[in-house]
T-cell receptor, first 115, second 111 residues
Framework: DAGVIQSPRHEVTEMGQEVTLRCKPI?????LFWYRQTMMRGLELLIY????????DSGMPEDRFSAKMPNASFSTLKIQPSEPRDSAVYFC?????????????FGPGTRLLVL | SQKIEQNSEALNIQEGKTATLTCNYT??????LQWYRQDPGRGPVFLLLIRENEKEKRKERLKVTFDTTLKQSLFHITASQPADSATYLC??????????FGTGTRLTVIP
């Protein structure tokens, strides 16, 4: 298996532009997580899905952020409009739903810089 | 408030020594505790999981302890090597199918 795939790996955009981050989870995994990592705040959970359904989006900073999972093999995280404070590394992770601790498998991340 | 604290931002040790990293938490009741390794420019990678009713878990040169009374986990790397240099994250799983991560400890093993 190729692992969790994220694209793009790097994104540089200007304030006010729309940014779309993409994720393909590991085949067979039924939970998907979006995280944001910064030096100041560490790894923060933004939203997660079970079986393509959003379960908890309390970590989404504000209405400018939205996430979708139209099918089991694809998810997007969109920021519109983007702001410089959104600059961070965004990780997607996936896992299976077992109720036994749920090890998460992370993608390589998307490094976002908003100018 | 809920907190997960890892002992220090950075830890330097000499090659061959045992590295000990600490994870303390407050106002959580984790059923499982996990440790991850993160290298620069990469996503975290799972290392070990320990259940609340387990005291200790080992994997090769790694050892994890979990004390639910002290609300603490210790992560040990014995016979440390420069290749062990990375950031190590602890994460708590409370049963809601998501993980709560600590801020990490950056370990540097000096040759």
């Amino acid at each position: 298996d190729a692992g969790v795939i994220q694209s793009p790996r790097h994104e540089v955009t200007e304030m006010g532009q729309e940014v779309t981050l993409r994720c393909k989870p590991i085949s067979g995994h039924n939970s998907l997580f979006w995280y944001r990592q910064t030096m100041m705040r560490g790894l923060e959970l933004l939203i997660y899905f079970n079986n393509n359904v959003p379960i908890d989006d309390s970590g989404m900073p504000e209405d400018r952020f939205s996430a979708k999972m139209p099918n089991a093999s694809f998810s997007t995280l969109k920021i519109q409009p983007s702001e410089p404070r959104d600059s961070a590394v965004y990780f997607c992770a996936s896992s299976t739903l077992t109720g036994n601790g749920e090890t998460q498998y992370f993608g390589p991340g998307t490094r976002l810089l908003v100018l | 408030s809920q907190k997960i604290e890892q002992n220090s931002e950075a830890l330097n040790i000499q090659e061959g020594k045992t590295a000990t990293l600490t994870c303390n938490y407050t106002n959580y009741s984790p059923a499982y505790l996990q440790w991850y390794r993160q290298d620069p420019g990469r996503g975290p990678v799972f290392l070990l999981l320990i259940r609340e009713n387990e005291k200790e878990k080992r994997k090769e040169r790694l050892k994890v302890t979990f004390d639910t009374t002290l609300k603490q986990s210790l992560f040990h790397i014995t016979a440390s090597q420069p290749a062990d240099s990375a950031t190590y994250l602890c994460a708590l799983w409370t049963g809601a199918n998501n993980l709560f991560f600590g801020t990490g400890t950056r370990l540097t093993v000096i040759p």
